[in-house]
T-cell receptor
């Protein structure tokens, strides 16, 4: 069955370190998204991609970067981790371009920045 | 700009009672509306969505929602909840022709025995 996976599921790091969170989907979806989930804020969009070599900033992109070298993967990099980036991170994917698409979510990565 | 407001952050309810989770949105263009559910320690999954046509949308696990354009609302309902419905529920909106989806802050539903 097609799926979307994230790794690691849990991560503890120190302030200032570079961290990369992996996202891999086997749906062959063209769209991929990264969100962070914080209490009281719901899901906020960090970065998104409509296809290979395409990346775009979301509403909370400062301190994060992504690259899309193939259809299946969209790794999220925290350039220099900060305590404010402690959160749960979700990757999602969808297919199409009309706005009506269902997003399929990974299980999430819990990141703690000390 | 689009926005989504979920009017209740937490909703406690007894098992077998009815429940309504409220969602209001704002948008200057036509929209698509979604409800997603997040069970503990899992990602989100789609409950139902409104694209067009009938304003009453039925989803999985006995949930339904009604699109009300005049009140810009998309409230989620279930006539009789189960313990297993305990989860966080997110309302979301996207505009026609757009890629991005805006999520509300979520409503935590607690079903008590």
């Amino acid at each position: 069955d097609a799926e979307i996976t994230q790794s690691p599921r849990h991560k503890i790091t120190e302030t200032g370190r570079q961290v990369t969170l992996a996202c891999h989907q086997t749906w062959n979806h063209n769209n991929m998204f990264w969100y962070r989930q914080d209490l009281g804020h719901g899901l906020r969009l960090i970065h998104y991609s409509y296809g290979v070599q395409d990346t775009n900033k979301g509403e909370v992109s400062d301190g994060y970067s992504v690259s899309r070298s193939n259809t299946e993967d969209l790794p999220l990099t925290l350039e220099s981790a900060a305590s404010s980036q402690t959160s749960v991170y979700f990757c999602a994917s969808s297919v199409g371009s009309g706005g009506e698409e269902t997003q399929y979510f990974g299980p999430g990565t819990r990141l703690l920045v000390l | 700009a689009q926005s989504v407001t979920q009017l209740d952050s937490q909703v406690p309810v007894f098992e077998e009672a009815p429940v309504e989770l409220r969602c209001n949105y704002s948008s200057s263009v036509s929209v698509y509306l979604f409800w997603y559910v997040q069970y503990p320690n899992q990602g989100l999954q789609l409950l139902l969505k409104y694209l067009s046509g009938s304003t009453l949308v039925k989803g999985i696990n006995g949930f339904e929602a009604e699109f009300n354009k005049s009140q810009t609302s998309f409230h989620l309902r279930k006539p009789s909840v189960h313990i297993s419905d305990t989860a966080e529920y997110f309302c979301a909106v996207s505009n026609t022709g757009g890629f991005k989806t805006i999520f509300g802050a979520g409503t935590r539903l607690f079903v008590k025995a």
